[in-house]
């Protein structure tokens, strides 16, 4: 498992605009990498539609917010519009960057294999890892104090 100082993982997935993102590409900046089970389910809405209205306070603290789940990218766009999401949803569809982020459920509800485990990440502009919550259950939500206040260390 990833823990606080550890060399994040680079990762190339394909975005909800279908144009692919690398955590390269914020190279210099503070990362909020989140990763969420499924797209329009009650709490993973709940979740992203929270970082959608507080979106201004990442931003004040030098900090880009993404979002990760294993949905394909035209679920992931058709959510963004749905919820007027303001910031990035990536589509892990093949699992490999949930895997190495340690943020994959093997076994899900319903029979269902490889989903994202709910977890937030601090990634700094050297690409340290600064904070890792991996969450075991898919009904709670990370704690978005804890990353605000790691955030806030980091400027």
Not at 46 to 74: H, I, K, W
Not at 134 to 146: Q, T
């Amino acid at each position: 498992m990833l823990k606080t100082g550890d060399k994040a993982p680079e990762f190339t997935l394909f975005s909800d605009t279908k144009q692919e993102v690398s955590l390269s590409d914020y190279s210099g900046k503070n990362v909020v990498l989140l990763f969420f089970p499924m797209a329009f389910t009650s709490v993973c809405t709940q979740e992203l539609c929270s970082m959608r209205d507080n979106l201004g306070a990442y931003t004040a603290v030098n900090a880009e917010v993404v979002a990760v789940s294993v949905d394909s990218p035209f679920t992931l766009a058709k959510f963004k519009q749905d919820q007027g999401l303001n910031f990035p949803l990536l589509s892990d569809f093949n699992k490999e960057v949930s895997r190495a982020y340690g943020s994959l459920f093997e076994d899900f509800v319903m029979g269902m294999k490889g989903v994202s485990k709910r977890a937030a990440f601090i990634i700094d502009g050297q690409g340290v890892i600064r904070y890792a919550e991996v969450l075991d259950s898919a009904g709670m939500i990370p704690n978005f104090e804890n990353v605000m206040a790691t955030l806030q260390t980091l400027n």
